[in-house]
T-cell receptor
Framework: EAQVTQNPRYLITVTGKKLTVTCSQN?????MSWYRQDPGLGLRQIYY???????DKGDVPEGYKVSRKEKRNFPLILESPSPNQTSLYFC?????????????FGQGTRLTVV | GENVEQHPSTLSVQEGDSAVIKCTYS??????FPWYKQELGKRPQLIID?????GEKKDQRIAVTLNKTAKHFSLHITETQPEDSAVYFC????????????FGTGTRLQVTL
């Protein structure tokens, strides 16, 4: 089954404790992105990657890191989480070429930083 | 960068009525405009999209219109059903792909019986 898988689904952590949210896709998509969703603000892009070892900042990159060492994986790293990073996070992947450039989203990770 | 505004933030319609959600974008170079539906507790899913070389696109009860001159696009849902109740997001892209989407703030649609 074609899918984007995020882990964990839920995470409660303390301020300053490094964490990683994993994202994996099995559709051989070139593009991958991370978004955060906050009430009243919609989805805002954190980082995106257009290929292996190619990443770029989105609209709200502060406090986050990413890496793209393999095509299928795109982990999101919070080196020192703060309460303002409490949010619902979505990973997405999409094709580079073709008529169907739909972004497929993972199931989401709800992060709470206390 | 691109900025997308979406209205209304909430919309309540009776079953069978039509619903219209409107978005405006700031960068005239944007060329790809998808719409996503997010049911409660679920992930966003694409329902329809349109590219800048097309003025209108329809898929059964859903249609999207694009006015490049005015820089706005709209989602039209006809004959609404209770299962249409969800949050709808518009988005715009400068790349023609879904690599870098700028989303609107969402519209919560409630279809009442």
């Amino acid at each position: 089954e074609a899918q984007v898988t995020q882990n964990p689904r839920y995470l409660i952590t303390v301020t300053g404790k490094k964490l990683t949210v994993t994202c994996s896709q099995n559709m051989n998509h070139e593009y991958m992105s991370w978004y955060r969703q906050d009430p009243g603000l919609g989805l805002r892009q954190i980082y995106y990657s257009m290929n292996v070892e190619v990443t770029d900042k989105g609209d709200v990159p502060e406090g986050y890191k990413v890496s793209r060492k393999e095509k299928r994986n795109f982990p999101l790293i919070l080196e020192s989480p703060s309460p303002n990073q409490t949010s619902l996070y979505f990973c997405a992947s999409s094709l580079k070429h073709g008529l169907n450039t739909e972004a497929f989203f993972g199931q989401g990770t709800r992060l709470t930083v206390v | 960068g691109e900025n997308v505004e979406q209205h209304p933030s909430t919309l309540s319609v009776q079953e069978g009525d039509s619903a219209v959600i409107k978005c405006t974008y700031s960068d005239s170079a944007s060329n790809y405009f998808p719409w996503y539906k997010q049911e409660l507790g679920k992930r966003p899913q694409l329902i329809i999209d349109i590219r800048s070389n097309v003025g209108e696109k329809k898929d059964q009860r859903i249609a999207v219109t694009l006015n490049k001159t005015a820089k706005h696009f709209s989602l039209h849902i006809t004959e609404t059903q209770p299962e249409d109740s969800a949050v709808y997001f518009c988005a715009a892209s400068l790349t023609g792909t879904a690599s870098k989407l700028t989303f609107g703030t969402g519209t919560r649609l409630q279809v009442t019986l």
